[in-house]
């Protein structure tokens, strides 16, 4: 059973950075799209940014210059580093991998954004 975990969240003040991480428990990860979501509390779930198997990234546009989406495919990991972090950026962040109608979550990791 596919499973994908994400760790590195916490509390950060405005402008500092974090690195996210999420490894996925597949065979052949080099296959998998990845990708990163958030979900803000009374708000809808959306797209952060994403990596294709090739390695081809997209970024919301409230993200593009702040963030960077990466992957390890030696290790199974995926990781998403966030810089000039705005109070705007607290939400709960979320590890995807999809390939065709297949798609696998993470349970999340809190990320706070606070002076």
């Known amino acids: 059973q596919v499973q994908v975990a994400e760790s590195g969240g916490g509390l950060v003040q405005p402008g500092g950075s974090l690195r996210l991480s999420c490894i996925a428990s597949?065979?052949?990860?080099?296959?998998?799209?990845m990708g990163w979501y958030r979900q803000a509390p009374g708000k809808q779930r959306e797209l952060v940014a994403t990596?294709?198997?090739?390695?081809?990234?997209d970024y919301a546009d409230s993200v593009k210059g702040r963030f960077t989406i990466s992957r390890d495919n030696a290790k199974n990991t995926v990781y998403l580093q966030m810089n000039s972090l705005k109070a705007e950026d607290t939400a709960v962040y979320y590890c995807?991998?999809?390939?065709?109608?297949?798609?696998?979550w993470g349970q999340g990791t809190q990320v706070t954004v606070s002076s």
């Open positions: 995807n991998q999809a390939l065709g109608h297949l798609s696998y």
């Open positions: 597949t065979s052949i990860f080099t296959i998998w799209h």
């Open positions: 990596i294709t198997s090739g390695g081809g990234t």
